[in-house]
DNA sequence: AAGACATACGGAACACGGTTCCGCTTTTCA
DNA sequence: TGAAAAGCGGAACCGTGTTCCGTATGTCTT
């Protein structure tokens, strides 16, 4: 049943994986060097390709910050479990893993700005983000929760909406995002 | 030194003077309707002008939303002082006061996320509302930091930019920014 | 009242970025 | 080695913001 489906279907072509390859280096330079919403002709450029090839490997701007960011994303999730384990408190191992998503967060230029973008475009980015870290979060608070540290019920999507939120703009010199999240994290517990 | 320049420059046109307020109304639907951002040529063509027109009148964006949004602003900076008098804490004015500017935010489709634009245009808006706004801030934290309520030394600045932050994407069905704002309102009392 | 002149107007034209589409090239497979 | 499939490039198109200039309109003077 699995596997030779009516005569192997023609594996994908070389070139294309490189062109894939190269479009992924090509767009995380982008992205350092403009933030993700570096022009799709730069980014083309910077590959040595058409822009039809962009399209047709990711056809969203969000699929392709997805696939550039995909490890960071996956490290972040997993950073979760090991936190609760290693802290001293569910709260500190919250505190902890919001302070890592943070970091990844203000580190990429525009990026917080693009997962609240209510563009159509971006839904694949918001759902790839949410589906990979909310279930991440709500672990955390849960655990937190239980041991009477925060409030009970804490919505984990609102919660990363909001931190998310605390990151647009945060290579501002006279803003500090993290100054912000830190009085979210102090505004949870229970006093 | 004041006054009589140079023999009186000639006032302002009658149709001038016409067109300027039809695009404020023009513009204040166009808002309610598309958001912040609706098209110029949307706005010329519900006030009945051309596009020059609006240029003429409003050279960036920002002026046009300052012009359009002054009352509310004004009345939401006047209302400052007037909590204080009257609230029972300094904290619970502070509160009053950002729930105030949380509720004008929230109701202006995008308003919130054309605040934290760096996009130089929107430098007017961005002076209008922190130079009005903030000093009031500072204000209410400096009443309730003496008080010895809240946490010394918060930036008015800082807070005010975390708050809109927090504003944007209000009318997601899955996010809650009043929520949030109160766990920042929280995170700022002293424990 | 009429002429002269500044003022203001409209909208065509341009700039720019995203997106689509199709003729041509390259790779794969037999 | 020769189809046929897969993939490619980039011209062309669309929607927005922005500029510019020939024309129209209001205002002031005589």
Redesign the pocket.
Known sequence: MTGTES??????????R???RALLEAAAAAFVASGV??????I?ARA??????????F???ADLIVAVYRHQVEACAEAGPVLLTESATPHAALASWIHLFVDFLVTKHGLAEAMRSD?G?FQTLHAYFLDRLVPVCAELLDAASTAGEIIPDMDALVLMHGIGNLCIGADSPDYDARLMVGLVIAGLRLR
Chains 1, 2 share one sequence.
């Open positions: 005569g192997a279907p023609r594996k994908q072509r070389a070139d294309s490189r062109n894939e919403n570096a022009p799709v002709r730069d083309a040595g390709v058409g822009v039809g090839t962009i399209y047709r490997h056809p969203t701007r563009d475009a």
